[in-house]
């Protein structure tokens, strides 16, 4: 799940694979890698079909878009329980490019992402014995797209885990920490905090 524009993007392949298996046992949080940026989504769960477009004829597509639950952060950043999965693209750890750059419709401003949804073998590159790949086939709206930092492509993310702090209940206390400015100068400053709370199973057995 990422609309980097510069980067991946996303992938249908993958998104069949995993996400029914993510709604079937409950997932909360996915973490991810390799676009080198910071994303996040909200709670997802489901897929619309035929919603993505073309980008060669601009017939609609089907990219598996992921349905958020909600369309607006909570406040006070707390998520309880959010019945979906929430995916993170943690790739700050070290790019080449000076800033996050994202994908936007160009009318509406909103976000775009970039979506592979054909077989995307390797093809021969410029030089011998180096190989690249075609682009991107499809874009889709990223109505999924909860934040994301085009501040810095540079951070780091910390997780705190509080069990039972709040009796029955277990928490996952998300901290997004990045660089002050596009080039890392060992100065970070807090991007975003959310948390993701929800009752334990044997809270939920005690109480019953």
Known sequence: MSSSDPGNGSDKGIREAWLPLFDTYGVDLVLCGHDHDYERTFPVRGRHHDTGRDVATGEPVDTLQPIPLVREDPADGVYDSPQGAIHLVLGGGGTGAPLGVYGRDPQSGAPLAKVFTKRNAPRPGAKPGTFMRAKADAVEAAIWSARRDTESAYGIAVFDVHY?????????????????????????????????????????????
Not at 177 to 199: C, M, Q, S
């Open 164 to 208: 039972d702090e709040t009796p029955g209940m277990t928490s996952i206390t998300l901290s997004y920490w990045h660089t002050v400015g596009a080039v890392p100068t060992g100065d970070y400053e807090l991007f975003e905090k959310i948390v993701l709370r929800k009752k334990r199973k044997d809270a939920l057995r005690n109480s019953s």
